[in-house]
């Protein structure tokens, strides 16, 4: 064996050990990935059957009873995860731990849901400029970025702002979410026979998303599509 040959396979080595990295969940050597294959095999997958609508839990898959009776203004939403242990916990890492990598491994689990092939733009649901600034940066553009950078579609962060500075939704019941976030958002572009896809971390009620939705179809789009990265599912 050569020397350059000797050199060569010991910068391949070196680099690999740099690279190398611990798994966030269990500490456990997962190479150049943020998790290990057994973290990532037992990641709390969507519930199926689902309703196309809300991608909520239905015996079928049909559309559940709650969008029967009150229709909402977007037309799907898919799911890469369940909002449970240790999804939620890498989500808050990532939302409020400012681990960005994870921006990265969640925008690539959003790029293999099949619905996304059919929009025309995505849309990162906006931040009001005071949380923006409290936090540092819109989780749900960092989400938009790689998806529409696999998926070629465009990215349009600049049209919809939040113009209402809303208590978090967290901190509301169920029932006052959709109240709060009433009027929340602006839009300044026609959207006319557009098919959007909505962009956030998590959906719970899905009242934000639901009023930027709301805004959208006012403003022409012919499809609101959402894309989160967990759904929280009934207890």
């Not at 609508?53 to 909402?72: K, M, Y």
């Not at 099949?114 to 949380?131: K, M, N, Q, V, W």
Request: net charge positive.
């Amino acid at each position: 064996m050569s020397i350059l040959t000797q050199s060569a396979g010991l910068i391949r080595r070196s680099w690999g050990h740099l690279l190398s990295q611990d798994c966030l969940l269990c500490g456990a050597n997962s190479g150049e990935t943020l998790l290990c294959q057994a973290c990532e095999t037992d990641l709390p997958r969507p519930s199926s059957p689902a309703c196309p609508r809300c991608a909520l839990p239905t015996l079928h898959g049909e559309v559940c009873g709650r969008c029967l009776v009150r229709p909402p203004y977007y037309d799907a939403t898919s799911a890469a995860f369940r909002y449970a242990f240790p999804i939620d916990k890498l989500v808050q890492s990532f939302k409020y731990g400012h681990r960005l990598a994870l921006a990265g491994y969640f925008g690539r689990q959003l790029a293999w849901l099949s619905e996304i092939a059919a929009a025309d733009l995505i849309i990162p649901l906006p931040l009001h400029p005071l949380r923006l600034r409290e936090r540092g940066f819109n989780q749900a553009l960092e989400l938009a970025r790689p998806v529409g950078k696999a998926c070629r579609i465009p990215i349009d962060a600049r049209s919809c702002s939040r113009i209402r500075h809303t208590a978090i939704q967290a901190d509301l019941p169920w029932r006052e979410r959709a109240r709060n976030v009433r009027g929340a958002f602006h839009c300044t572009s026609d959207y006319t026979n557009k098919r959007l896809l909505l962009v956030d971390d998590v959906m719970t009620t899905g009242a934000s998303l639901n009023e930027l939705a709301r805004t959208l179809k006012l403003h022409g789009a012919a499809q609101v599509a959402l894309l989160v990265v967990a759904r929280t599912m009934p207890v």
